[in-house]
Nanobody
Framework: QVQLVESGGRLVQAGDSLRLACAASGRTFSSYVMGWFRQAPGKEREFLAAVRGSGGTTYYYASSVKGRFTISRDNAKNTVYLQMNSLKFEDTAAYYC?????????????????????WGQGTQVTVSS
């Protein structure tokens, strides 16, 4: 069983930066593929970014956030981060981290929600215009 706890969400102004964190349990955190998603009211949960952690770090981003958002991980702290810059009103959403225990999928398929085995409860980010 893997538990994920997100933190860092809050009310910010457009143009601000914010860093979210997701703390994970589990002794083999470095082998998990970790992802960030978000969900706005009335919309589908949307993939943002994913990162491998075993045998070298590889990153995947949604085109909508590439260049503004950066995913990173600290395996010593069992934590994955999402740095968000130049926030926009449309970034307002609940942000979720997720863990995939299967590292064998083709990289781009980690944009699919079903690739993940565990999810956090989410942290709310609200961007005022």
């Amino acid at each position: 069983q893997v538990q994920l706890v997100e933190s860092g969400g809050r009310l910010v102004q457009a143009g601000d930066s914010l860093r979210l964190a997701c703390a994970a349990s589990g002794r083999t955190f470095s082998s998990y593929v970790m992802g960030w998603f978000r969900q706005a009211p009335g919309k589908e949960r949307e993939f943002l970014a994913a990162v491998r952690g075993s045998g070298g770090t590889t990153y995947y981003y949604a085109s909508s956030v590439k260049g503004r958002f950066t995913i990173s991980r600290d395996n010593a702290k069992n934590t994955v981060y999402l740095q968000m810059n130049s926030l926009k009103f449309e970034d307002t959403a609940a942000y979720y981290c997720a863990a995939s225990l299967n590292p064998s999928y083709v990289g781009t398929s980690y944009s699919i929600k079903d690739r993940y085995d565990y999810w956090g409860q989410g942290t709310q980010v609200t961007v005022s215009s």
